[in-house]
């Protein structure tokens, strides 16, 4: 038996603890918000936090994160959009949308540890977090949104 506190609740289930976290949050909890991209722990799309840091999903055990605090894109904020949803929202920030929940993720962990970050401390933070469609001008107007 494996537990998880996912977003607040606690979550059991039997699996293979080596399964990867991804496909435990999307194919048995369905929480379909993180993505698979890469698989490979490359591209960034599915980014959750654990314990608040962003973390890639595709890569870690289940087993590496019971009794964790783990918060996917659904629980990043309750009832109000988090600010950085709010400004991804009003800067039309995604084109396909496919990589934008782990770039929120990114986002949101990055404003949580630096409340004012400058626009290198951004590029770093974000650097690992890939968008073919190259969106990345508007992530980076939605983070300075954001951090206002
Ligand atoms: Fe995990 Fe690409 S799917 S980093």
């Known amino acids: 038996m494996t537990i998880l506190k996912i977003n607040g609740k606690t979550h059991k289930f039997n699996q293979d603890p080596s399964m990867p976290l991804l496909w435990v949050l999307r194919d048995i909890l369905k929480f379909k918000g993180t993505k698979y991209g890469c698989g490979k722990g490359l591209c960034g ?57 782990g770039q929120m993720m990114a986002a949101a962990a990055l404003l949580e540890s630096n409340k004012a970050p400058s626009e290198q401390e951004i590029e770093m933070a974000m650097s690992g977090n890939i968008c073919r469609c190259g969106t990345y001008p508007r992530i980076k107007e939605a983070i300075n949104r954001a951090a206002e």
């Open 45 to 101: 799309a599915c980014t959750v936090h654990i314990n608040g840091q962003p973390t890639r999903s595709c890569v870690l055990p289940v087993s590496a994160v019971e009794g964790q605090e783990i918060t996917t894109i659904e629980g990043l904020s309750e009832n109000i959009d988090h600010p950085v949803q709010q400004a991804w929202q009003e800067l039309n920030v995604p084109q396909c949308g496919y990589c934008q929940s």
